[in-house]
């Protein structure tokens, strides 16, 4: 119940306002978005929390795409996480060292293709679960020595800067699998500095909102920069100006979202401590 007056509301806020903005209001303003899509169809699968397949299928749009890690997230709850309640709890640790190797294995099969296709990147999860449970119960991130540390965290920055051209799809997602919950272990039981910025440590609180809203503010960004780019301005001041308003507008909205709309179901929360 606590995951899901925190997560449900802006999900289908964000879904119910992108059918919306695609297939009115833009119509409305006279801009011809070239989507085909059943709106009863993806409404099916966005509701039902398959907005990985529903995306792929019938492309509804940007502000919707982004919906689909919710998905993948929500169908790891439903599907995995009431296990727990079936096991003893000695056996919970290795159940998920099982299914997250085993799920990976079958991920990477010719057979499961779809798998790939659709994005049901379970092991993700799990693989993080599995380091959360292993630190829990023997403290792994406490032995952590600093060259340790710094060595993840190097790691961590070289994969989004290396060029895997060489490395299949699926070695890419099992170098990810093990690098990033080792990188969210160090940076929490470790961290190499401390952030006491007030206005930062507030982003990290509306970080939801920002993620759920920066692919509108994108499309509202550049409707706005193509109007005003008919003077020519440098490339440098467009792009600039492109993240500038992106991350300003996105800020924004997702603090009125916060007070205005979120707030109420996070109160609710503590109904279900």
Avoid at 4 to 14: H, Q, S
Avoid at 236 to 250: D, E, G, K, N, R
Wanted: aromatic share 22%; hydrophobic share 55%; net charge positive.
């Amino acid at each position: 119940m606590r995951r899901i007056l925190r997560i449900f509301p802006l999900y289908f806020l964000v879904l119910f306002s992108g059918l919306f903005y695609y297939n009115v209001f833009l119509k409305y303003i006279g801009i011809d978005f070239d989507h085909q899509n059943n709106i009863v169809e993806v409404l099916a699968y966005y509701i039902f929390f398959l907005p990985n397949i529903g995306a792929k299928l019938y492309d509804p749009g940007g502000a919707l795409e982004v919906l689909w890690s919710i998905g993948i997230e929500e169908q790891f709850y439903i599907l995995v996480a009431p296990l727990i309640f079936l096991l003893k709890k000695k056996h919970i640790i290795p159940f998920f060292i099982l299914f997250t190797f085993a799920y990976f294995i079958v991920f990477a099969l010719h057979y499961f293709s779809f798998l790939v296709e659709y994005d049901f990147l379970y092991f993700y999860l799990s693989a993080g679960g599995v380091m959360g449970l292993i630190d829990l119960k023997f403290r792994f991130g406490e032995k952590l020595n600093a060259n340790y540390q710094y060595l993840i965290l190097i790691c961590f920055a070289l994969y989004f800067f290396l060029d895997f051209g060489g490395f299949s799809r699926i070695s890419i997602h099992l170098i990810g699998m093990i690098l990033f919950p080792l990188t969210i272990l160090s940076l929490s039981v470790h961290p190499p500095f401390i952030i006491k910025s007030k206005f930062i440590n507030y982003l990290g609180k509306i970080s939801y909102g920002i993620y759920m809203y920066h692919a509108f503010s994108m499309q509202v960004v550049g409707f706005f920069i193509l109007k005003i780019n008919n003077e020519n301005l440098p490339s440098t001041l467009v792009i600039f100006l492109s993240f500038f308003l992106v991350a300003v507008i996105t800020i924004i909205v997702a603090h009125i979202s916060y007070f205005a709309f979120e707030r109420k179901f996070i109160s609710m929360k503590n109904k279900y401590r």
